[in-house]
């Protein structure tokens, strides 16, 4: 085996491989090393319950991706070539708000818009509002923030600045009355797992709800697992190397420069021109043979955010939602006051579970993939704090809130009774944080960074360490946690340039 190509890559999450399929794409070498037997990170499928039963351990939803040009634009032929295929779902999502009804969320402004005048007309010119003044500029600085670059200077950008300024809570409540419509945006707005009372969370209402309303509950055929699988043969049919189990112990640096990695096995992979981390940026400074003091203040502002808890359960029939005309099945449903909500993340933060009137998130993507089990996979997601009463979660703690929450569920939503459920998997904090050592503390979206200044932003803004050849990815660098691929292109454009490789044709958007 030839140990030596122009650019390793450490770790096979959904970034890391982005970042190396766009450099393979310029021409360069690529050798990728994930520690786990499997690639994929958090976009990975397995069968966590029963033999045939395909379960997304964690991410499903593939909707923040689909804005990003590697998608939308289809950049590395990911769709076309290599077999990655997305289902926009119809309904985005379904919120109950009474035990007998429900609100849909269309992937399409206009018929979700008529939705809500059955509650506000008032509101429903709000949501109308809104989604124009995201299309009409906001959309546009919202990429280019995404994207890592300087916002343009007009007064779009002047204007998304100071959304973002503000929270989640205070845009959500300012703009909609009807408590029903709250409800549903507010819980909309938390779906990337950001406490919505905080400063800086403003621009999430708007576009969360614009890629729901755009692109439904985002579902790749065959799992979230498709992703990974589509970028790492892209990667293999550019000349590049995908290992599995080789876990990265050390980062080699000599004459200041990063040459290379050691596997825990003792391997060594040189890297002609750059070595790329999709490792947790808190783990990569006690990894270098040198010091790095960037990167331990780095580390020091790192905080794991708030931890989730999951459950997986395979049922012999989909989930449904009552209506007051009917019901329906579908892809995401959404419980969970905004009180609700506040009460649980304020208990999280204290270390306790609220679990009165929480945000739940209830997916079935069989509803609309159904080749991935003999019957329905279903996953309810929530938080809940790290530790309780400050130990690791049991396994019996577990399985007590797993069973809160279906009784909570089974208020609102029909399929879920005992004779429905086949298996059950619940996945506390602590089991999460050991399904991939890159969900330090049970944390989901990569955590976030306190600053000096009081702020707290996702993802650290340098993709460029104080190494020279050593480079960030992944979900702990800009912008930050979800399936967003931004990362790891943001990253893939920083590398080109400083190997002075003209990417300005593979990369031409935000
Ligand atoms: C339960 C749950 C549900 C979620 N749901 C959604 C959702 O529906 N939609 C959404 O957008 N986001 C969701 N997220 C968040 C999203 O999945 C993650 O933010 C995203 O997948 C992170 O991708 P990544 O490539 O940055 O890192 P990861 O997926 O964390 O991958 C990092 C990889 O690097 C490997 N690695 C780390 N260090 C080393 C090393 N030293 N050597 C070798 N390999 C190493 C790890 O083993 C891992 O495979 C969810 C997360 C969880 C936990």
């Given at each position: ?43 990975v499928t397995e069968e966590l319950t029963l033999p045939g ?72 010119d709000a949501l109308r509002v809104m989604m124009g003044e ?347 946690g979800s399936v967003s691929g931004r990362p790891g292109r ?21």
């Amino acid at each position: 085996m030839n140990n030596e190509s122009d650019v390793v890559v450490v770790g096979a999450g959904h970034n890391a491989l982005t970042c190396a399929a766009y450099l393979a794409e310029a021409g360069l070498t690529v050798t990728v090393l994930e520690g786990r037997p499997i690639i994929g990170g958090n976009t990975v499928t397995e069968e966590l319950t029963l033999p045939g039963w395909r379960h997304d351990s964690c991410s499903s939803a593939h909707v923040v991706i689909q804005s990003n040009p590697m998608i939308s634009r289809d950049e590395l032929k990911l769709r076309e070539k290599y077999g990655l295929e997305y289902i926009v779902t119809d309904p985005a999502v379904v919120v109950p708000f009474e035990e007998d009804d429900a609100l849909v969320i269309h992937p399409d402004v206009e018929r979700t818009a008529v939705n809500f005048e059955r509650f506000s007309r008032r509101d429903a010119d709000a949501l109308r509002v809104m989604m124009g003044e995201w299309d009409s500029g906001l959309r546009r600085a919202h990429a280019y923030f995404q994207a890592g670059l300087e916002l343009p200077d007009d007064e779009w950008s002047i204007r998304y600045r100071a959304l973002r300024a503000r929270s989640a809570w205070d845009v959500v409540m300012s703009n909609f009355d009807h408590p029903v419509i709250q409800r549903a945006v507010m819980w909309t707005s938390f779906a990337t797992i950001q406490p919505p009372e905080r400063s800086g969370t403003g621009a999430l209402p708007a576009a969360i709800l614009a890629g729901r309303l755009k692109f439904g509950w985002t579902t790749p055929r065959g799992g979230s697992g498709a992703l990974p699988n589509a970028l790492a043969a892209h990667v293999r049919d550019h000349g590049g190397e995908v290992h599995c189990s080789a876990w990265v112990e050390s980062f080699l640096v000599e004459g200041g420069h990063c040459v290379g990695v050691v596997t825990a096995d003792g391997t060594t992979y040189r890297a002609r021109r750059a070595v790329i981390a999709g490792s947790h940026i808190t783990t990569l400074s006690s990894s270098l043979n040198v010091p790095a003091p960037r990167l331990d203040d780095a580390a020091s502002k790192w905080q794991p955010g708030l931890s989730v808890f999951a459950v997986h359960f395979a049922c012999s029939s989909h989930p449904t939602y009552r209506k007051s005309q009917g019901s329906v099945a579908a892809v995401a449903g959404a419980l969970g006051s905004p009180e609700g909500l506040r009460r649980q993340v304020d208990a999280a933060l204290a270390g306790r579970v609220d679990a009165d009137d929480p945000w739940l998130l209830i997916v079935d993507s069989t509803a609309v993939d159904p080749g991935r089990a003999p019957g329905a996979v279903v996953k309810f997601l929530t938080i809940a704090p790290e530790l309780l009463n400050g130990q690791p979660w049991s396994d019996s703690a577990a399985d007590a809130l797993a069973r809160d929450l279906l009784a909570y569920a089974r208020r609102y939503v029909d399929g879920l009774e005992e004779r429905n459920i086949v298996a059950m998997r619940p996945e506390s904090p602590t089991t999460i944080a050991r399904h991939n050592r890159a969900n330090i503390a049970g944390s989901c979206h990569g955590g976030e960074f306190h600053l000096e200044d009081g702020s707290v932003i996702p993802g650290w803004l340098d993709y460029r360490t104080e190494i020279n050849g050593l480079y960030l990815t992944g979900s702990t660098s800009h912008p930050g946690g979800s399936v967003s691929g931004r990362p790891g292109r943001n990253c893939a454009r920083v590398v080109l340039g400083d190997l002075g490789i003209d990417a300005t044709t593979l990369l031409s958007t935000p």
